[in-house]
T-cell receptor, first 112, second 109 residues
Framework: DTAVSQTPKYLVTQMGNDKSIKCEQNLGHDTMYWYKQDSKKFLKIMFSYNNKELIINETVPNRFSPKSPDKAHLNLHINSLELGDSAVYFC???????????FGSGTRLTVV | GEDVEQSLFLSVREGDSSVINCTYTDSSSTYLYWYKQEPGAGLQLLTYIFSNMDMKQDQRLTVLLNKKDKHLSLRIADTQTGDSAIYFCAESFTDKLIFGTGTRLQVFP
């Protein structure tokens, strides 16, 4: 199946822990993104990578560190998790040119 | 600036038309999009419109764009219970999508 896939789908962890979310796309897209959706359903971009290079970093705390080993993967590592990090994190990819973005099904992170 | 506004809720009877509205601020956006999010699911691209178009129709969906007023709307004809979801408009802005606040559409029988 051609898609954007993220793992895990659910993540429950304690404050202070470090966790990672993985994302892979097999669409051949050049650009990948991380978006955060809060409890009010607001969606906000966090990061964007184009061909493994960081192009957007939207005032995200430096506890969040994206890593792109190749253009098909964009992982998100979060250090010292806080309660306010609880949200749904969506990975997406696009080829540009107005074709829209393809989103993964999301990772629901709950920090307790 | 980057600000995309939508009304938060819309409730319609099954079989009626739904109209979801959106206002955006960046007049240089090349494309505008509508996404659908069902409960517990990801974002599904419904349709998009190029900024030099006024209207686009795709089966039950009609998108209207008023560039002068920076207003975008999505009309769903013959709304079904399966259309109940949150609908997001989005504008493309310097290599990223800026999403609206989302409109929760509830369809009742």
């Amino acid at each position: 199946d051609t898609a954007v896939s993220q793992t895990p789908k659910y993540l429950v962890t304690q404050m202070g822990n470090d966790k990672s979310i993985k994302c892979e796309q097999n669409l051949g897209h050049d650009t990948m993104y991380w978006y955060k959706q809060d409890s009010k359903k607001f969606l906000k971009i966090m990061f964007s990578y184009n061909n493994k290079e960081l192009i957007i970093n939207e005032t995200v705390p430096n506890r969040f560190s994206p890593k792109s080993p190749d253009k098909a993967h964009l992982n998100l590592h979060i250090n010292s998790l806080e309660l306010g990090d609880s949200a749904v994190y969506f990975c997406a990819s696009s080829q540009g040119g107005g074709t829209g973005y393809t989103f993964g099904s999301g990772t629901r992170l709950t920090v307790v | 600036g980057e600000d995309v506004e939508q009304s938060l809720f819309l409730s319609v009877r099954e079989g009626d038309s739904s109209v979801i509205n959106c206002t955006y601020t960046d007049s240089s956006s090349t494309y505008l999009y509508w996404y659908k999010q069902e409960p517990g699911a990801g974002l599904q691209l419904l349709t998009y419109i190029f900024s030099n178009m006024d209207m686009k129709q795709d089966q039950r969906l009609t998108v209207l764009l008023n560039k002068k007023d920076k207003h975008l709307s999505l009309r769903i004809a013959d709304t079904q219970t399966g259309d109940s979801a949150i609908y997001f408009c989005a504008e493309s802005f310097t290599d990223k999508l800026i999403f609206g606040t989302g409109t929760r559409l509830q369809v009742f029988p």
